[in-house]
């Protein structure tokens, strides 16, 4: 009679179910270490507000061969005295029965963890986790609605009181959270049982269209308090005077631009707080690619979460936020959310879970992270990438002693001519490829953070070079926030976007030579009579400045108009195309000119392009193992610059050009020395002179580095609201973070 009987639900099981293959989600890869050694257990039953009112009867089984293949310490099973749970006749002798779903023995002892529903009928946990995985919600035996399903998946959410929490003995100690059952939505669900009830994890979706939409209402307030001002532009001819029967080859002229400030972009007094940033900026879409390899553990950790914190509290309402964290693989902890404060508590929630563990696999983070943008519905006018990653890229082939890929017009083109190794050109070459646009031409920018000393500074500088963001050195841990605050600083303050600057010559005689832009795209036309430089975003009071050289024709009356320069943007706010006034550029022709008198403004310009220029070519000469080379290149610099007008005339540029090529020989007095920071100080600066924009540099105290002139107001009163919180006293302003405006203003044009 049994053995009819049994027949008779095996045969049920197989009507009623279908076997689903068990498979990894797309982007998940494998679990951790410590989440494959967790046994799962009810929130009924681990909860401490579990009562013996409570009827619900799931129970997780861990089988015993399990635990003594992981090594881990397993949970027992809950009792009924112990628990307030039941277990019925049927579920007890289920062990000794097949899994429905599988068909194959269920007996402890085999590797397999058990699991035993509200029902009382038992499978193999992986074998029901894969059938609820794709949509059953009922037991496939005797069809019962399941009130709690089991899920399998890394948690990303902080775990809540009430969980319980496992110590694996060879396993990473940050990822010890065991896996709760999910619950499913209760109509009437009390506070004590929302008190335990888990939040679910984002899950690994191969479509990112989930971002959460915009406020238009609000959107539209924020363009009633746009900028009002428009985009500066100065030029300064090389020499103010020529006389009128000589002729110049290589005349210089600076092309100066300067952003406007943007509107109450912080509370005066409130400078982030609970509130955040007040409207009256262009809003920002953030995703941040963060390493979570095993190597983060610890205090690296945990200051990584207080910085995102910072970031988080400090967005908008207006502002979306999504996190990636990778290690061996990537995953998405939330889409694209808006900063309200709903989605900062949630957003915190999530990056507060995060635990360290596995490789690196800085490709898979950047993947993930383009695909956020790329399929995102709605767009903010501003977005941006940020990229944190402490060691070397253990799934893609990129050696540090590999040269970053170069550009046309960046300082270091010329200098490196080629490649220590060719795996680093093709590492190069596949992280670019997996950059996002926003239009299909236009590029997101990339500001990467190297952080220590194990870091791969020449691949990220890659990617921060290709995709026309920053790169910047954190080498020391405490600094993680302050750096983050920079950046952030300056996003939040974009009031240019896509600007480009147009240059026509207004002389039948004069024709352009070259322009030296950095890393900026700058072109001259075949007739050498007009020229462009796409220069993109602006951040509120950023400067730029570009070096054209010109002929200079035989004069004929008291002055010779060379030039004009214009620029058109658009405003991200108010969505309207500037074009701005076209300003010309006129020199004097006398008979005579007693003394030349070269401009100041031009000289410091081209001691800070060679001074560039140098930092390259001993970046390349160290790489080829010659040091002594590489000092002895930035020594000559040194005395150059100032031997130079504006070195004699004690101009703050030109100190600040000196003690930073003092600082790079230190780094570069042994190999050792070079290899734990040198590299990356001189990629940091690298990064920040081709584009003119302040990044984050290693741990100097001793020397006000010129890389820090780029920083704007907005990024300069992030940077101090960020030591406010984080310093019980009065910050003090260090030399990597120090205000910029203590140069001297510059003279009105003529």
């Given at each position: 009679?049994?053995?009819?009987?049994?027949?008779?639900?095996?045969?049920?099981?197989?009507?009623?179910?279908?076997?689903?293959?068990?498979?990894?989600?797309?982007?998940?890869?494998?679990?951790?270490?410590?989440?494959?050694?967790?046994?799962?257990?009810?929130?009924?039953?681990?909860?401490?507000?579990?009562?013996?009112?409570?009827?619900?009867?799931?129970?997780?089984?861990?089988?015993?061969?399990?635990?003594?293949?992981?090594?881990?310490?397993?949970?027992?099973?809950?009792?009924?005295?112990?628990?307030?749970?039941?277990?019925?006749?049927?579920?007890?002798?289920?062990?000794?029965?097949?899994?429905?779903?599988?068909?194959?023995?269920?007996?402890?002892?085999?590797?397999?963890?058990?699991?035993?529903?509200?029902?009382?009928?038992?499978?193999?946990?992986?074998?029901?986790?894969?059938?609820?995985?794709?949509?059953?919600?009922?037991?496939?035996?005797?069809?019962?609605?399941?009130?709690?399903?089991?899920?399998?998946?890394?948690?990303?959410?902080?775990?809540?009181?009430?969980?319980?929490?496992?110590?694996?003995?060879?396993?990473?100690?940050?990822?010890?959270?065991?896996?709760?059952?999910?619950?499913?939505?209760?109509?009437?669900?009390?506070?004590?049982?929302?008190?335990?009830?888990?939040?679910?994890?984002?899950?690994?979706?191969?479509?990112?269209?989930?971002?959460?939409?915009?406020?238009?209402?609000?959107?539209?307030?924020?363009?009633?308090?746009?900028?009002?001002?428009?985009?500066?532009?100065?030029?300064?001819?090389?020499?103010?005077?020529?006389?009128?029967?000589?002729?110049?080859?290589?005349?210089?002229?600076?092309?100066?631009?300067?952003?406007?400030?943007?509107?109450?972009?912080?509370?005066?007094?409130?400078?982030?707080?609970?509130?955040?940033?007040?409207?009256?900026?262009?809003?920002?879409?953030?995703?941040?690619?963060?390493?979570?390899?095993?190597?983060?553990?610890?205090?690296?950790?945990?200051?990584?979460?207080?910085?995102?914190?910072?970031?988080?509290?400090?967005?908008?309402?207006?502002?979306?936020?999504?996190?990636?964290?990778?290690?061996?693989?990537?995953?998405?902890?939330?889409?694209?959310?808006?900063?309200?404060?709903?989605?900062?508590?949630?957003?915190?929630?999530?990056?507060?879970?995060?635990?360290?563990?596995?490789?690196?696999?800085?490709?898979?983070?950047?993947?993930?992270?383009?695909?956020?943008?790329?399929?995102?519905?709605?767009?903010?006018?501003?977005?941006?990438?940020i990229l944190l990653s402490d060691g070397q890229d253990t799934y893609t082939v990129s050696p540090t002693t590999g040269a970053h890929k170069v550009f046309a017009g960046s300082p270091t083109a010329g200098a490196q001519k080629a490649s220590p190794t060719a795996s680093s050109q093709k590492a190069a070459a596949e992280y670019?490829?997996?950059?996002?646009?926003?239009?299909?031409?236009?590029?997101?920018?990339?500001?990467?953070?190297?952080?220590?000393?194990?870091?791969?500074?020449?691949?990220?500088?890659?990617?921060?070079?290709?995709?026309?963001?920053?790169?910047?050195?954190?080498?020391?841990?405490?600094?993680?926030?302050?750096?983050?605050?920079?950046?952030?600083?300056?996003?939040?303050?974009?009031?240019?976007?896509?600007?480009?600057?147009?240059?026509?010559?207004?002389?039948?005689?004069?024709?352009?030579?070259?322009?030296?832009?950095?890393?900026?795209?700058?072109?001259?036309?075949?007739?050498?009579?007009?020229?462009?430089?796409?220069?993109?975003?602006?951040?509120?009071?950023?400067?730029?400045?570009?070096?054209?050289?010109?002929?200079?024709?035989?004069?004929?009356?008291?002055?010779?108009?060379?030039?004009?320069?214009?620029?058109?943007?658009?405003?991200?706010?108010?969505?309207?195309?500037?074009?701005?006034?076209?300003?010309?550029?006129?020199?004097?022709?006398?008979?005579?000119?007693?003394?030349?008198?070269?401009?100041?403004?031009?000289?410091?310009?081209?001691?800070?392009?060679?001074?560039?220029?140098?930092?390259?070519?001993?970046?390349?000469?160290?790489?080829?193992?010659?040091?002594?080379?590489?000092?002895?290149?930035?020594?000559?610099?040194?005395?150059?610059?100032?031997?130079?007008?504006?070195?004699?005339?004690?101009?703050?540029?030109?100190?600040?050009?000196?003690?930073?090529?003092?600082?790079?020989?230190?780094?570069?007095?042994?190999?050792?020395?070079?290899?734990?920071?040198?590299?990356?100080?001189?990629?940091?600066?690298?990064?920040?002179?081709?584009?003119?924009?302040?990044?984050?540099?290693?741990?100097?105290?001793?020397?006000?580095?010129?890389?820090?002139?780029?920083?704007?107001?907005?990024?300069?009163?992030?940077?101090?609201?960020?030591?406010?919180?984080?310093?019980?006293?009065?910050?003090?302003?260090?030399?990597?973070?120090?205000?910029?405006?203590?140069?001297?203003?510059?003279?009105?044009?003529?």
């Amino acid at each position: 009679m049994e053995s009819r009987w049994r027949k008779a639900k095996m045969s049920l099981g197989l009507n009623l179910c279908v076997y689903v293959p068990r498979t990894l989600d797309d982007d998940g890869g494998p679990p951790s270490t410590g989440s494959s050694a967790a046994a799962l257990v009810s929130p009924a039953a681990s909860s401490s507000c579990a009562s013996a009112a409570t009827s619900a009867n799931t129970t997780p089984t861990a089988d015993p061969g399990s635990a003594r293949g992981s090594g881990a310490l397993m949970p027992t099973t809950p009792t009924p005295t112990s628990a307030g749970l039941r277990l019925s006749k049927s579920g007890s002798k289920s062990f000794k029965k097949t899994c429905a779903i599988c068909l194959t023995i269920m007996k402890p002892g085999q590797g397999h963890a058990l699991f035993t529903a509200e029902c009382s009928h038992t499978f193999h946990f992986h074998c029901i986790a894969a059938n609820v995985k794709h949509g059953s919600n009922n037991c496939p035996v005797c069809r019962t609605e399941w009130k709690e399903l089991p899920f399998r998946g890394p948690m990303v959410a902080e775990i809540p009181q009430g969980s319980a929490r496992i110590n694996p003995v060879n396993g990473n100690q940050n990822g010890g959270h065991m896996t709760l059952l999910r619950p499913l939505p209760r109509a009437h669900s009390s506070g004590r049982l929302h008190h335990v009830t888990c939040l679910l994890p984002d899950t690994d979706r191969s479509i990112f269209n989930d971002d959460e939409p915009l406020d238009l209402c609000e959107a539209a307030e924020d363009r009633q308090q746009g900028c009002s001002r428009t985009v500066e532009i100065e030029t300064y001819p090389e020499f103010t005077e020529i006389p009128e029967s000589t002729s110049e080859r290589n005349f210089t002229v600076l092309i100066h631009l300067k952003a406007p400030l943007a509107q109450n972009l912080l509370k005066p007094g409130n400078l982030g707080g609970e509130n955040g940033p007040i409207t009256g900026r262009a809003p920002v879409d953030l995703i941040t690619v963060l390493d979570v390899s095993g190597s983060m553990a610890g205090t690296k950790l945990a200051l990584l979460k207080r910085a995102m914190g910072f970031v988080i509290q400090n967005l908008g309402s207006s502002d979306r936020l999504s996190v990636i964290a990778f290690s061996s693989s990537a995953r998405r902890l939330f889409p694209l959310r808006r900063m309200t404060e709903s989605g900062r508590q949630k957003s915190l929630q999530a990056v507060n879970s995060l635990t360290s563990n596995g490789g690196t696999n800085i490709a898979e983070g950047l993947r993930k992270g383009s695909k956020v943008i790329e399929e995102r519905q709605a767009k903010n006018p501003v977005c941006s990438i940020i990229l944190l990653s402490d060691g070397q890229d253990t799934y893609t082939v990129s050696p540090t002693t590999g040269a970053h890929k170069v550009f046309a017009g960046s300082p270091t083109a010329g200098a490196q001519k080629a490649s220590p190794t060719a795996s680093s050109q093709k590492a190069a070459a596949e992280y670019c490829a997996l950059l996002p646009s926003t239009n299909g031409s236009q590029q997101v920018p990339v500001h990467v953070f190297g952080f220590g000393a194990d870091h791969d500074a020449a691949s990220l500088h890659s990617i921060s070079q290709a995709s026309g963001g920053t790169f910047s050195f954190i080498e020391t841990e405490a600094t993680i926030q302050d750096a983050f605050a920079q950046c952030i600083g300056g996003l939040l303050s974009v009031v240019a976007q896509d600007l480009r600057v147009k240059v026509e010559s207004l002389h039948p005689d004069v024709h352009f030579g070259s322009i030296r832009s950095g890393s900026y795209s700058s072109r001259i036309a075949d007739d050498k009579r007009n020229g462009s430089i796409d220069v993109g975003d602006l951040y509120a009071e950023e400067e730029r400045d570009f070096l054209m050289s010109v002929n200079v024709p035989q004069g004929c009356g008291d002055e010779t108009t060379l030039l004009k320069v214009g620029c058109i943007y658009k405003d991200p706010l108010m969505k309207e195309t500037i074009n701005m006034a076209e300003v010309e550029v006129k020199i004097s022709r006398p008979a005579f000119v007693s003394v030349q008198t070269v401009c100041i403004q031009v000289d410091r310009q081209k001691n800070r392009l060679h001074a560039a220029e140098v930092m390259a070519a001993a970046r390349f000469s160290a790489e080829r193992g010659d040091l002594t080379h590489a000092v002895s290149l930035l020594e000559d610099c040194r005395r150059m610059i100032m031997a130079s007008a504006s070195g004699q005339s004690g101009d703050r540029l030109c100190q600040s050009l000196d003690a930073e090529l003092k600082e790079m020989q230190e780094r570069m007095a042994n190999r050792q020395r070079y290899e734990a920071s040198g590299r990356a100080y001189v990629l940091s600066g690298l990064s920040s002179h081709s584009w003119q924009r302040a990044t984050a540099r290693g741990d100097s105290t001793d020397s006000e580095s010129l890389v820090q002139s780029y920083q704007t107001q907005s990024m300069v009163d992030m940077v101090l609201l960020s030591q406010t919180l984080t310093r019980s006293s009065t910050p003090r302003q260090t030399p990597q973070m120090r205000h910029a405006k203590s140069f001297p203003a510059r003279p009105q044009p003529r």
